[in-house]
Every structure is written in C-alpha cells, then in structure tokens.
C-alpha cells in the first residue's frame, strides 16, 4: 500500500539553525500538507501546497517557514533559523483531492529538537 | 473557531473492555469527521470517518457515528485488545486543507 514518508525521523538542531524537512507524498497526490505536534499539545495545521504554491497557512506559519516541492516527488518544509519553541513533531501529509470528504495520509513524522 | 474536543486520557483498560473515547465539535457548517490511530512510534493513520450526519464509520472493530444533534462522533470498541493500545485523535474537515484536531486520547490495553 503506498505511504508518505518523512526524513530524518530525528533532527536535532542548534538554535538559529536552518532545518529542512524532506517528505515524500503518495505518488498520485496531488495536495500536499504540514502539521505539527508540540509535546503533549494537539495537532496543528501549519500549510497546505497545490499546484506548485501555497494554497492556504495558519497563523503558525510565519516568515521563517517555506515549503518547496523541488522536483516531483520530493516535497520539504524548511525552517530558516529554528528557536527553541520550534521543537515539536513535524507531520507530512497528502491528498489526491481538496474536498472535505477526501482522506488524508500522515507521514511518520520527523521528530525536531532545537537547541 | 471550528474545533474539537476529546475526553482527556490516558484511558486504561483490561483486555476484552468496551472502550468509548468521547468527541464532540464545534462547527459552523457540516464537517467531515475523522479518527485517526497513533501507534507507538508511528504516524496518524486513519482509522475510520465519516461525511454526513447519521452514517458510521467503521475499521478494526472500532465504530463512530456521526451526530450533528449533539455534534458528537464518539468512538467505540467491543472488546479491546492489547494491540489497540495507541493515542487517539478525533478530527474536522470541511472543503477546505485545514484539518482541526482534538488533543488525543492515550489508550493502554492491559493483559
């Protein structure tokens, strides 16, 4: 069955540090997402990509964060000078579809620590 | 805002219990509703949804069905098995790409 998948699994990182997280989303998705897991807190949307841009992001997700899909498969979240409160598990999800009803796949996650 | 809301955990259980995890929205319109499964270790997987009000979803012998009188989508399982123990997570979706999820519910399923 196909599967998103995320590397590293773990990225320990100084603060102020860039970090780029790498995702690989089901081969005939063709919406692509970030979430994150701040320990013991919930699940949080952080941007979704279609077509080559941005197509919605929380409040989150500031001018320190971009994502980037560089070829076509690969598709990355990057982190321009990481703080400590950026630590937190870093979800990659996709969908073939925007609709509400559409189900989408979770990535094993990365674990980030800063610092 | 559009959110969710799960009993707060760790829900601890001998094998074999009946397991109901309680979630309850708030929404402005229709959402879609979704459980996801947290295995040690691992990703969100989905565990079952549901798109309109009155169906069910259902995966594993877990069940959840979707009432918007009570805007509630709470999970249950007949009879829990040592394998089912993960953190459980109850989430919104409408047409849109922000999925909104609850805090998750840790389930450990003794022998």
């Given amino acids: 069955e196909p599967e998103v998948t995320q590397t590293p699994s773990h990225q320990v990182t100084q603060m102020g540090q860039e970090v780029i997280l790498r995702c690989v989303p ?13 320990l013991g807190q919930k699940v949080e949307f952080l941007v979704s990509f279609y077509n080559n841009e941005i197509s919605e992001k929380s409040e989150i997700f500031d001018d320190q964060f971009s994502v980037e899909r ?11 000078s990481t703080k400590l409160e950026d630590s937190a598990m870093y979800f990659c999800a996709s969908s073939t579809t925007r609709g509400g009803q559409d189900t989408q796949y ?4 990365t674990r980030l620590t800063v610092l | 805002g559009d959110s969710v809301t799960q009993m707060e955990g760790p829900v601890t259980l001998s094998e074999e219990a009946f397991l109901t995890i309680n979630c309850t929205y708030t929404a402005t319109g229709y959402p879609s509703l979704f459980w996801y499964v947290q295995y040690p270790g691992e990703g969100l997987q989905l565990l079952l949804k549901a798109t309109k009000a009155d169906d069910k979803g259902s995966n594993k012998g877990f069940e959840a069905t979707y009432r918007k009188e009570t805007t509630s989508f709470h999970l249950e399982k007949g009879s829990v098995q040592v394998s089912d123990s993960a953190v459980y997570f109850c989430a919104l979706r409408y047409n849109n790409n922000d999925m909104r999820f609850g805090a998750g519910t840790r389930l450990t399923v003794k022998p």
């Fill in chain 1, 26 to 38: 089901i081969s005939n998705h063709l919406y692509f997402y970030w979430y994150r897991q701040i």
């Fill in chain 1, 70 to 80: 560089p070829d076509g498969s690969n598709f990355t979240l990057k982190i321009r």
């Fill in chain 1, 106 to 109: 979770f990535g094993p996650g």
